[in-house]
């Protein structure tokens, strides 16, 4: 393997450094989604949602044993601090962002890499053929198949190596981008559980609606 990569050339190189980002990367963000995951229908049940009605004070208390790390705890507190507040529903709006924020946090970076990777082998190996005709241009231009087969394989390494880095990144990017779609769908049924479960009307505006409001607040 280490053959193969030095036969590569200086192409190589980026990529490796595409490859240990990428794993990095995805490493960080899997930890992450590990230990704040959390399933909305158990949350609900361990909350003692599945009345209509309830205490708030039980709600509270039932808060306080979920993982403290979890995204629904960390909308669910916020929910309960703003209840009855002016502005409740652009306070929810900021915790919602907030959270969708972090979990999108470095995605962009796997993005970048599915993309570079097959285009930075695709260049070693535009290169590696450029060299294969130089030297069969330095001899004449006389066939020598030996030269022109193992100058073409030597060439395709370099894609070959990036389509290797681009493939695993780009299947873990949308699968981290799937996660977060499903835990913004989450947030929004968490709220309207909790609204059931309280008898609010609470609600995460949509970016237009919070634009807007921002923009009436500050003109006031």
């Not at 915790?95 to 695709?122: M, T």
């Not at 020598?144 to 193992?150: E, H, M, P, R």
Request: hydrophobic share 45%; with cysteine.
């Amino acid at each position: 393997m280490l053959d193969l990569f030095l036969k590569g050339g200086w192409v190589m190189y980026p990529l490796l450094v595409f490859s240990v980002f990428s794993l990095a990367v995805i490493l960080e963000r899997g930890f992450y989604f590990f230990r704040s995951r959390q399933r909305p229908d158990e949350f609900l049940k361990a909350l003692g949602c599945e009345g209509k009605t309830g205490e708030l004070t039980a709600l509270r208390k039932n808060l306080m044993t979920q993982n403290v790390r979890g995204y629904l705890t960390q909308m669910t507190r916020a929910y309960l601090d703003c209840m009855g507040e002016d502005g409740a529903s652009e306070t929810l709006f900021v915790e919602g962002s907030e959270i969708i924020r972090k979990s999108e946090k470095r995605l962009s970076i796997l993005a970048s890499i599915a993309h570079l990777a097959p285009l930075c082998g695709l260049l070693g190996t535009v290169l590696g053929m450029i060299e294969v005709f130089r030297k069969l241009e330095s001899i004449g231009g006389r066939a020598d198949v030996g030269l022109l087969s193992g100058g073409i394989w030597v060439a395709l390494l370099t894609t070959a190596f990036g389509l290797l880095v681009a493939i695993p990144t780009l299947i873990a990017h949308h699968y981290f981008s799937d996660l977060v779609s499903g835990r913004s769908e989450d947030l929004q049924f968490l709220i309207s559980r909790l609204n059931v479960h309280t008898g609010a009307t609470l609600s995460m505006l949509s970016r237009d609606d919070a634009e807007n409001a921002y923009e009436a607040i500050s003109a006031t």
